[in-house]
């Protein structure tokens, strides 16, 4: 390795960092500098901290449970590395858009060493604020941990050091592996939407923790039936003068040292449980065999730690080799050079001079195909509406919403057990399918918003505007339809409604479905938006546009009020013992989803011309900011 070019290299990165710091204003860099020195007292109170946390807290352990030794050190490392690789998995994901420091093509003419530009890279990748924070934590507890256990607990200094190479290591290969899928700009764009869904679905733990309450193990067991009634005869023969005082403080001397007894049971059971799963995983994870290991020293066993640090250092090792070999093909171009199937030549054959080749029998395409009971151009407008959503990144984010919402909310909400009334269950799945067309606004709200410069297509195309709003409205039907379906079986396996019932239900998601397209596609042609490429960042909304979006989204509940007619009105006649076990509410959905079809056709004529009247003004604002 040339030390003249790892130099050069380290000066550019400087410089490129300072020209950064620079662009975004006077304000950021000052920001910056301060935040930067503030960070070297920092790291000095947090190496301070975690020495007497290690000093001071286990001579106490050690004093009142010694047995439980080993465990608070586990567990110390099992929280600071839980917090490390959450928190550089965040950052990770934040980091997405560039796998390197210095792009490899940018070096590939000049006469650079490839180890000095692989080994500026790794290191750049270690500039992070995360190891600003937790290095200090961990070495700070290393050594606190090492006045007061003994001198055998130096070996977790070397358990350390492997720890962070595994992780540097592993992601910095995974860096490179994310941006040889990135060079593909679709597939760029469905990674950065992915990650973006992990990260909501894990900001949303702490949440569900709160909910679910584990620690509620852990508070005041209650007293039994049985030490219940003693005191309650206790107190009754205390007041009835049957026994003296001495014998009455004797007796509750004694249910009270029952009590504390199993007090104590459950709390050791509980400290035992919770020992054996952080054990689990500690062995199980290989981030966790740097707590193992110094559970392990804790005990008096230095081979657990030997064993962790060498594996550490082997995936270490590894995942730098591997990264290094993938940069030498990138260097190389042998990264997408791979090399495919072979390619048979064909083999001729003859054929009769009397008999023609048969013409092949082509198939239709996806986008080619018709649907049944609309017109063509609905057909075309659909079809195609239905392939740009499963392929646009910020359209499967949308989609991916109500799986998100019935996964968070909808456990927690069967999570109680409860045996809710016959006719509130059909209730409970009328607010699932609700809860899914909520979801559902910003797609259907601002269709037009996510066709950018594709709107030119209609506005130039002879379509009828009611069949582009009817296709429109089509592409997202069997998404909606689907999920909300989905919901509703589970409501009917969790909390089973009556056959009728079920079909109503299944029934109304068709009509709710045309109710919700007849008042947002008045929302879609009054306040489009423009959206963000590959995002669903709206571009600098006007008030107005945003006033009314939020008027649209209080009228939806107004909205899907007519659902609830004939379900209201069965529950009524059979309240009033007029009418009971007949189907009325199922009938009633027969006509009400009639209604709603003429009046969603009618609605639709109206809604045609007002696009054809605005569409110039949507064709502006959906294009010249978004692009």
């Not at 075309?380 to 996964?407: D, N, W």
């Amino acid at each position: 390795m040339n030390w003249r070019h790892l130099y050069a290299f380290l000066w550019l990165r400087w410089r490129i960092r300072y020209n950064q710091f620079k662009k975004h204003g006077a304000l950021n860099a000052i920001i910056t500098v301060m935040a930067m020195i503030s960070m070297i007292p920092g790291a000095f109170f947090l190496f301070s901290g975690a020495v007497a946390t290690g000093l001071f807290i286990v001579p106490v352990i050690e004093r009142d449970h010694p047995e439980f030794v080993s465990f608070f050190v586990l567990f110390a490392w099992d929280v600071l590395i839980a917090g490390f690789v959450a928190s550089w998995t965040v950052a990770l994901v934040a980091e997405l858009q560039r796998s390197e420091a210095l792009s490899i093509d940018k070096f590939l003419h000049l006469p650079v060493s490839l180890s000095g530009v692989f080994l500026i890279n790794y290191l750049s990748s270690l500039a992070s604020f995360n190891l600003l924070v937790f290095v200090p934590l961990m070495l700070g507890l290393a050594v606190g941990l090492t006045l007061s256990i003994g001198p055998w607990m130096l070996l977790v200094f070397p358990l350390v050091a492997a720890f962070f190479l595994a992780i540097t290591a592993v992601t910095y290969q995974l860096q490179g592996w994310l941006a040889a899928l990135m060079t593909n700009k679709r597939t760029r764009r469905n990674i950065v939407v992915l990650a973006s869904l992990v990260i909501l679905v894990i900001s949303q733990i702490p949440m569900l923790i709160n909910f679910y309450r584990p620690w509620a193990a852990m508070e005041p067991i209650a007293l039994s039936e049985k030490q219940s009634e003693e005191l309650k005869t206790l107190h009754k023969q205390l007041n009835d003068q049957e026994i003296t005082g001495e014998e009455y403080q004797k007796r509750l001397l004694e249910i009270n040292q029952a009590y504390q007894a199993k007090t104590q049971r459950s709390e050791e059971r509980i400290l035992e449980n919770a020992k054996n799963i952080a054990w689990v995983l500690s062995i199980a994870l290989p981030p966790g065999w740097l707590a193992m290991g110094a559970a392990t020293l804790a005990e008096g066993n230095g081979l657990p730690a030997l064993a962790g640090t060498l594996g550490l250092a082997l995936i270490g090792t590894a995942s730098l080799w591997r990264a290094y070999r993938t940069t030498l093909r990138v260097y190389t171009g042998q990264l997408n050079s791979g090399a495919g199937k072979p390619v048979q030549a064909a083999t001729p054959t003859s054929l009769p001079l009397t008999s023609a080749p048969a013409a092949p029998q082509a198939s239709l395409g996806f986008v080619e195909k018709r649907l049944p009971w609309i017109s063509d151009q609905a057909s075309a407008v659909a079809l195609t509406g239905l392939r740009s959503l499963l392929r646009a990144p910020e359209a499967k984010m949308l989609l991916l919403t109500p799986f998100i919402v019935i996964i968070l909310f909808g456990g927690m909400f069967f999570a109680h057990k409860m045996e809710p009334d016959e006719f509130l269950r059909p209730l409970i799945a009328f607010g699932g399918v609700a809860t899914v067309l909520l979801t559902m606004i910003q797609l259907v709200g601002n269709q037009f918003g996510f066709d950018r410069g594709g709107f030119r297509i209609f506005v130039l195309s002879p379509v009828p505007r009611r069949e582009i709003l009817l296709g429109k409205n089509m592409a997202v039907a069997p998404l909606a339809v689907s999920m909300a379906a989905i919901v509703v079986a589970i409501v009917q396996i969790v909390y089973p409604m009556r056959i009728d019932r079920l079909v109503m239900v299944l029934l109304q998601i068709g009509f709710m479905y045309l109710l919700f397209c007849a008042i947002f596609n008045w929302l879609s042609i009054l306040a489009p938006t423009p959206v963000a490429q590959g995002s669903m960042k709206r571009v600098k909304p006007k008030f107005t546009t945003v006033l009314i979006q939020m008027l649209f989204g209080m009228l939806m509940p107004l909205g899907m009020v007519p659902a609830l007619v004939p379900l209201g009105i069965e529950f009524l006649l059979d309240y009033l013992q007029v009418i009971q076990g007949v189907p009325i509410a199922l009938t009633l959905t027969l006509i009400e989803g009639v209604a709603v079809v003429v009046i969603y056709r009618r609605m639709l004529n109206w809604q045609g011309m007002a696009l054809q009247a605005l569409e110039q003004r949507i064709l502006d604002t959906v294009t010249t900011k978004a692009e």
